[in-house]
């Protein structure tokens, strides 16, 4: 990653093309974002993983070498050499190698099933392992041995967790994560984790490792032993240093390549950033002081004359392990000379606060220079939500009281009232007011803020405070619907649903202007559509002022395709459907010629249908126990299963069942785009549950859900929410996520991007649907609730109502005439459109809606 930031900075400030830059790589894969390396175990790509280097490719002064290791360095005629016996000249040689993780010497270590969790090439090997596991222990008894509580260890034990093993995490200091946070924030850590469901076992070591038939036994100092599918290692790292070393070059005590301040060893021709380098004798193994040392180096290279600051190393870190908020940052450990410490300890709510401060002169802090009102550092535990608004306050006078700024309902620091000279985003070192020139130079939205000054690109902790930026600064995107409706669609959403609004014309005399337009109305209609269904103030869809509403597809429950027929799509819950079903929608298709594919959501659909026969086909399906699969609305799809522990040898939990209950719990549901999910019978994930909007993978300690996924032009891999849930959990959950989903998104909003556009994210979404931040849990049960019991089929409703049975004719003033330029040609035995036609045939008057 630093390697990567280096050769970026480098050609973003070479105008003049002064420095042709050539790339050698030990590993055979393109950069990639490490700090995000967990989540390939959770479903991310290599290619989702991968840094932007679209422009370094295709750069003239850039070469890259792959899969290539440096393993000499000809420091006299300045040249390196390689593995495959190419060599390369330079002016300038700047070493990038990172680290190596850190493996305890203990005996067994490079057994079979011993892994270090550190590069793809790693997970990679880990989940093959995991897999066969999978086939040769019997459920309940698969785990791993985690040697490390830090925070890679931790991420380890939850990858441990997704590939279906149970993890025991093994820290030889008192508590987990001993670098970032104190006794305290660890003993709440600890409990916390634990409730997930790992084990945790602190003060010891692994003294060794033996293999027992096809496993392995972790031996711990206090005589324990511990038997495990996998021992994974992710205790600590080791800068590579081994070039340095072994071509002259000074390295400090603790190891890493000695370099000063402009990031340079004592030969001026050759310069270390990132985990190898060792700035005044210490290392660094975060990615900030590591882009920190690139952006050195890149304007050294270029005549500048930047300097590191040590002291002014940023090594705060944030994130969520196992579903717990952790962060730190500053001096976290209150080392400053007369540091005081402020806790707010609440092991009810299951939140650990800390913040560091300066030491009050009155109280003997003499010589210190500062006062009571000087942040220097903190700890959060159980709730980081703070932490994006405390970290640029470091060193910066507090704007309110401590205790004040880490209590429940407290006030939160406003990143609008910092200084232009405040770092808001740590990982790429940008102030306040560089993004306030960028905002000034018409960067008017999060992702162009983004985009020119790289600001939350990294970690994302800081893309709250750019929203809140962007608001002072005066920037307004008008949310408008249309020009009919100065609301947005989660605004319009209240409006109708608090006035108690039933149609489009009272919503328009009162809260509008004009007529409408094909935007505002299908809105409208959806929202009156899932308010219908969850506080009974609605009928069917086509029902009066309602059917004007609707767009194509919805005016006639099926949609249209590019000949001007339509598909039939039965709901087929979970998959699962008996002979006799299948029987039913053979002899339809083939009584009205139907086109016939199974598609990737597990259910039939039936392609070739005239307006005119729809009532007809959907007669026998219904009769036949099939209703709506709602191919056709905004709303839920599919919930697509594999065979569970029905069938399958490696299942853990019911799949089949579980995906037939949520599939009829939310048919009908009406919402800004349509819905798709997955449940998977265990981490072998035959489902795609992490490809939809909501999915569910089955573990041996429950269920997890995740939310957020997609397919379609941007593909998105759903996070998870929560882990390890029982069916009840599990179902609330969702619940409330499809309510507050329906509630708050906007427009044809997915639910991945509605997630990524939230204040807060993630997080906040886990703070309102599962902690009840808000108080409006009870609220979206009981809508879900009315939601289910007021389900009844829309085509059934058709069928039962001759009015509505009129609306299905080509044309109104020809009812019983078929569309005549409807025509099919037969390929692999079964009926598709025909090529279009040169010349338009009219007869009758086509249906035109206004």
Known sequence: MVGHRLVSALRDRDAEGAWQVTVLGEESRRAYDRVALSSYVDGKTEEELRLPDGDLRS???????????????DRDARTVRTASGASFGYDALVLATGSTPFVPPVPGKDLPGCFVYRTLDDLDAITAAAEAAARRTAPG???????????????????????????QVVEIAPRLMPVQVDAGGGALLRSLVEDQGLKIRTGVSVDGIRADRDRLVARMSDGVELDADLVVFSAGIRAADALARENGLAVGEGGGVLVDDRCRTADEHVWAIGECAALQGRTYGLVAPGYAMAEVVADRLLGGDARMTPGELDMSTQLKLLGVDVASFGDAHGTSDGALEIVVDDPVAGTYSKLVVSTPRS???????????????????????????????????????????????GAEPDAGALPDSAQICTCNAVTKGALCAAIDDGAHTVAELKACTRAGTTCGSCVPALATILTQRGVEVSKA???????????????VAGAGITSFSSLIESHGRGSGCDICKPVVASILATLGSVDGRGGHILDGEQATLQDTNDHFLANMQRNGTYSVVPRIAGGEVTPEGLIVIGEVARDFGLYTKITGGQRIDLFGARVEQLPDIWRRLVDAGFESGHAYGKSLRTVKSCVGTTWCRYGVQDAV???????????GLRSPHKLKSGVSGCARECAEARSKDFGVIATEDGWNLYVGGNGGFTPRHAELLVAGVDSATLIRTIDRFLMFYVRTAERLQRTAPWIEAMEGGLDHLHAVIVEDSLGIGADLDAAMARHVDSYTDEWRGVLDDPEKLSRFVSFVNAPDTPDPTISFVTERGQNIPAPARSEPVLIGLPEVQS
């Open 59 to 73: 750069d003239p002064l850039v070469e890259l070498h792959l899969g290539d290791a440096v393993t000499g360095i």
């Open 141 to 167: 008894r698969r785990s791993a041995v985690v040697v490390g509580g830090g925070l890679l260890g931790l991420e380890a034990a939850r990858a441990m967790r997704l590939l279906g093993l149970s993890p």
């Open 363 to 409: 109280a003997g802090g003499a010589g210190s220079g500062t006062d009571a009102s000087t942040l220097l550092g903190g700890v959060l535990v159980g709730d980081a939500s703070r932490y994006g608004s405390l970290r640029p306050l470091v060193g910066a006078a507090l704007p309110d009281d401590p205790v004040t700024l880490i209590s429940k309902g």
């Open 481 to 495: 619907l249309c020009e009919h409706v100065e609301y947005s669609r989660a605004e319009l959403f209240e409006v």
């Open 657 to 667: 069942g579980m995906a037939v209950e949520l599939e009829l719990r939310y048919r």
